[in-house]
């Protein structure tokens, strides 16, 4: 995130590059937000509601409303303008570079923050661990039995928390356990708790229009979120059998 120095002196001057692409991908990422989400970008870029409205409309999106989506929804700037199909892994220098690029010299991250601080510490890292080669040791006279694992309880354990996951039923498609595949099962059971009546009302009423939108927000955003990207897989198993 740069620093809100730098922000404010952005120029208030169209800087996408492909009109009909800016408006469709800012309306693809802007349409499915919810209220908290939206009020965050808006926050970020010192705007008003009616500018993003603008950029979806006829594509013309300033420096700030780039940043601010960039950085709230972690989404490469050039993307944005219409400068490139596809997306780069976000990450601050992607911000820095794009500015540069518009002439803007100086540019400085903000410092961070206890969430920024926070967030890097909680997300999870994969890593590989490499095992040495066993290695023979000869002892004289001594020999170890190797350990006796008792399985049952872990067994008993599994099959308690299986046979919960079957008693689930859901209030969001008519679907039941033994149609989901296991690995997306737990996250099938998560959001059928999640899901009240008002809410799955609000997705009865959904357009065909505005179903598509946001079926494409969440391709764009499941390359940067692991969860929306678990949630995807569900929506398309559901959608296809």
């Known amino acids: 995130m740069i620093d809100q120095d730098t922000m404010q002196e952005l120029k208030q001057v169209n800087v996408s590059k492909d009109a009909d692409k800016t408006k469709e991908r800012i309306r693809d990422l802007w349409k499915p937000l919810s209220k908290d989400k939206r009020q965050g970008i808006l926050d970020r870029a010192g705007l008003k509601q009616v500018t993003v409205e603008r950029a979806y409309t006829n594509g013309s999106a300033q420096a700030k409303l780039i940043v601010a989506f960039s950085e709230v929804l972690e989404v490469d700037p050039l993307f944005l303008t219409g400068q490139a199909d596809e997306q780069r892994a976000y990450t601050d220098t992607l911000v820095i570079d794009f500015l540069k690029g518009l002439g803007y010299t100086g540019v400085k991250k903000a410092p961070p923050t206890k969430k920024s601080v926070k967030k890097s510490i909680e997300k999870p890292v994969k890593t590989t661990v490499k095992t040495a080669a066993p290695v023979s040791v000869a002892v004289e006279d001594t020999k170890q039995e190797p350990p006796i694992c008792d399985e049952t309880p872990e067994t008993k354990t599994t099959e308690s928390a299986d046979e919960s996951i079957k008693n689930t039923s ?58 929306r990207e678990n949630r995807l897989s569900l929506v398309k198993y559901i959608l296809v059998n």
């Open 170 to 227: 859901s209030t969001m498609t008519g679907l039941t356990f033994k149609d989901i595949p296991s690995d997306l099962a737990s996250l099938y059971i998560e959001i059928s708790k999640e899901m009240d009546k008002n809410t799955r009302n609000k997705i009865d009423k959904l357009s065909e229009e505005d179903f598509i939108l946001l079926l494409k927000s969440q391709f764009i955003q499941s390359n940067f979120d692991s969860d």
